[in-house]
Nanobody
């Protein structure tokens, strides 16, 4: 079993920045594919950014490319998402997701991840 805990959300003005963290604990060491998803009210959960443990590849969604940066500290089983600059349309609840490694590509759909955190709210005002 794997537990994921997100932190770092908050309320900022447009143009501001936030850094989200996701700490993983439980069995399996650090060999997980991990990703960030977000869900705004009335919308489907969407992929933001993610890693493939097998290939080391990282990807970000087109909507946040050039503004968001994903990173990972394998020694601490922690993943980060640097968001700068933020826009009002980035307002959503952000979720950390993980699953056992084994794929060389980055999984971009929520159905490919078994483990989820509770999420952290990001609110960007104009």
């Amino acid at each position: 079993q794997v537990q994921l805990v997100e932190s770092g959300g908050g309320s900022v003005q447009a143009g501001g920045s936030l850094r989200l963290s996701c700490a993983a604990s439980g069995s399996g060491g650090s060999s997980f594919d991990m990703a960030w998803f977000r869900q705004a009210p009335g919308k489907e959960r969407e992929f933001v950014s993610g890693f493939s443990w097998t290939s080391g590849r990282a990807e970000v969604a087109d909507s946040v490319k050039g503004r968001f940066t994903i990173s990972r500290d394998n020694g601490k089983n922690t993943m980060f998402l640097e968001m700068n600059p933020l826009k009002p349309e980035d307002t959503a609840r952000y979720y950390c997701a993980a699953d056992r490694s084994g794929r060389s590509w980055v999984r971009r759909t929520q159905y490919e991840y078994r483990y989820w955190g509770q999420g952290t709210q990001v609110t960007v005002s104009s």
